[in-house]
C-alpha cells in the first residue's frame, strides 16, 4: 500500500471492560514499533455523566458511550492490520467478514469525536493556569482554568466555577476541552 494513503477511522470490537487496556496495549505497540505514521490515533470515547452520589454529593464520572468498541485512526498495512488484529482483547476489526470499513467523517463526528483535535496540533501542550471551555458532557460550555496536564492519559484537571460560585475541579479528557 501506499505510504502517502491517509489514515482513515476504523472501529475495533473488544472485549467489555477492556476498552481502555486494548487503547493502552496498541498505542505501547505502536511506539515499539516505530508505527506512528501508520497507526495515528486511538480513541474510547466517553462522556462525563453526573451521579448523586448517597450522601447527596454530586460526583462526575466518564462513561464509555460506546461499550466494547474502539475507534482507531490508521492507515491499513498488513503490519498495522497485524498489530491491532493481534492486540489481546481485541476480538476483531467491525466490518462484513471482519473485513475492516472506514468510517466517513460524518459517521466520526456523528459518535462525538471532534475532528479538529486531530486536525490542529492538540491540547497536548497546554499548560497550568491556561483558560479553556469544556466542549461535551454536562458541563459543556462552561469555563475554567487548567490545574494540571496529564498527557500520558490524554486528561487534564481543570477548575470551573460552580455549585453556587465554589471553585470545583473536574479531570476531563483533552478532547472535551478546547482553549479559548
Not at 162 to 172: S, Y
Request: hydrophobic content about 35%; glycine content about 8%; overall charge negative.
Amino acid at each position: 500500500m501506499s505510504e502517502l494513503q491517509e489514515a482513515r477511522w476504523y472501529v475495533v470490537h473488544t472485549y467489555s471492560g477492556h476498552e481502555n487496556k486494548v487503547k493502552a496495549t496498541i498505542e505501547k505497540a505502536v511506539k515499539t514499533r516505530g508505527m506512528e505514521q501508520f497507526i495515528t490515533d486511538v480513541v474510547v470515547p466517553t462522556e462525563d455523566v453526573v451521579e448523586t452520589t448517597k450522601t447527596g454529593k454530586e460526583k462526575v464520572r466518564q462513561r464509555k458511550i460506546y461499550p466494547s468498541y474502539v475507534l482507531i485512526k490508521m492507515i491499513i498495512t498488513d503490519e498495522s492490520w497485524y498489530i491491532v488484529r493481534n492486540t489481546k482483547g481485541v476480538t476483531g476489526f467491525v466490518g462484513p467478514g471482519s473485513k475492516p470499513v472506514p468510517l466517513s467523517d460524518a459517521e466520526v463526528e456523528a459518535m462525538g469525536i471532534d475532528l479538529t483535535v486531530f486536525k490542529l496540533s492538540g491540547p497536548e501542550d497546554l499548560e497550568v493556569g491556561e483558560v479553556v471551555k469544556i466542549t461535551s458532557g454536562p458541563f459543556v460550555g462552561q469555563t475554567g482554568t487548567v490545574k494540571h496536564v496529564d498527557t500520558n492519559n490524554d486528561t487534564a484537571r481543570i477548575c470551573i466555577d460552580a455549585f453556587g460560585g465554589k471553585e470545583t475541579p473536574l479531570e476531563m479528557s483533552l478532547k472535551n476541552i478546547e482553549r479559548i
